[in-house]
């Protein structure tokens, strides 16, 4: 704890549920001095049947307690197993890294009932690696009535608030989420919420139209070449039940199912929509989403200029140039401001771990809904 800097892996698995991001990091500091320095970064895939098994988990239809206790375990060698492979392709031994913080993975999460659950068990990543080991952040959260989500605005406020601009980041993973930052004088508290889906549907309607061939829309060349049907992505957003929650909110694959898709699916065929067509109307609908959040929540109380995009769906144009078109910000990527879209989720995690480990509370009020900050995350030694 008395080292002026820290190495560190973070650990990610999303909604997406298409594997482990881990980034070996460099970190200076804690608290509002805290800076970071990407050292590597690595996505260990999962293959499609254990994305078909770990999907089965987040449903209570096709999920069982034996299945997901055996799961925790197997996770928890992954995330271990991604740990290993950052550190030894930046040309370190797991001797050097002083600890490992994992997300895991979301099974289920319900905030209204104060409850969530992610697994890849952290006593096993602890003796697989031999590093310290910090996780399962949320409870902490929402024993302090919050909803345990979105964790990443701590760190966006600490790593991105600039003192002239304001700024919104938005995440698109599985799901979408955007953090506001008001320029770096300004009094205004930072707001954060996720917004719906990022590529949860576009991945589902990519892998049912392909026979799960394919995971997602490559460069979003299938959205390009399609035509957005206008009046079914009125119906579609109309009829989203969590576009009309106040804030606090979060979402996740509760909400935003295989069935839901399964069902979207068969609204397009219906009208007689081409594979093209109804990957492009879906990959609309994550923007209209987005930007919904940003004209309703955002424009009518905050001064912002830029929108900087993270996420997996900085690789997809379709996304990109559709927020370019809708809102008044210019919209720009992680990268053009020097960061990693990839390695972005993974690198917040290793910083949350590390203000665990200092004792400083690592949660946003102002974003998760709680009564008060607290520090989030538990400890294993190995």
Request: with cysteine; hydrophobic share 40%; net charge negative.
């Amino acid at each position: 704890m008395n080292k002026s800097s820290k190495l560190a892996v973070g650990l990610m698995s999303g909604t997406s549920l298409d594997g482990i991001d881990a980034a070996l990091v460099e970190i200076h500091n804690h608290g509002k001095k805290t800076s970071v320095h990407l050292r590597a970064f690595e996505s260990v895939a999962f293959s499609v049947k254990e994305t078909e098994e770990f999907l089965a988990l987040c449903h209570p239809s096709t999920s069982t307690v034996d299945k997901i206790c055996k799961a925790n375990v197997t996770l928890g060698e992954k995330f271990a197993e991604a740990a290993k492979v950052v550190t030894k392709n930046a040309g370190l031994t797991m001797q050097e890294v002083d600890f490992v913080s994992s997300h895991g993975q979301t099974i289920f999460h319900m905030p209204e009932q104060s409850a969530t659950l992610q697994i890849g068990e952290l006593a096993v990543i602890a003796e697989k690696t031999g590093c310290i080991t910090i996780g399962d952040y949320r409870p902490s959260d929402m024993a302090a009535g919050g909803q345990g989500a979105p964790l990443v605005p701590f760190v966006d406020d600490l790593l991105f608030r600039d003192e002239h601009t304001g700024r919104i980041l938005v995440n698109i993973g599985g799901i979408s989420n955007l953090t506001v930052l008001a320029p770096g004088n300004a009094s205004q508290k930072v707001i954060a919420m996720d917004t719906g889906p990022g590529n949860v549907l576009i991945d589902a309607f990519v892998r049912i139209g392909t026979n799960g061939e394919q995971k997602y829309d490559h460069a979003g060349k299938m959205a390009q070449a399609g035509k957005v049907d206008e009046d079914w992505l009125e119906e579609i957003f109309k009829a989203d039940s969590y576009m009309k929650q106040g804030l606090p909110k979060t979402t996740g694959r509760e909400l935003y199912t295989w069935e839901l898709a399964k069902r979207l699916w068969e609204a397009g065929s219906k009208r007689n929509l081409s594979f093209e067509d109804k990957v492009a109307t879906i990959t609309a609908f994550t923007v209209k989403a987005i930007a919904y959040h940003i004209q309703t929540f955002v424009d009518t109380t905050y001064t912002t200029e830029e929108v900087i995009v993270a996420g997996g769906g900085v690789h997809n144009p379709a996304l990109l140039e559709g927020l370019d078109a809708v809102l008044h910000q210019k919209v720009f990527r992680m990268e053009d401001v020097g960061f990693s879209s990839d390695a972005k989720e993974a690198i917040t995690f290793a910083i949350l771990g590390n203000e665990f480990l200092h004792g400083s509370a690592n949660n946003l009020p102002s974003a998760t809904g709680a009564e008060k900050p607290v520090v989030m995350g538990k400890l294993v030694l190995p």
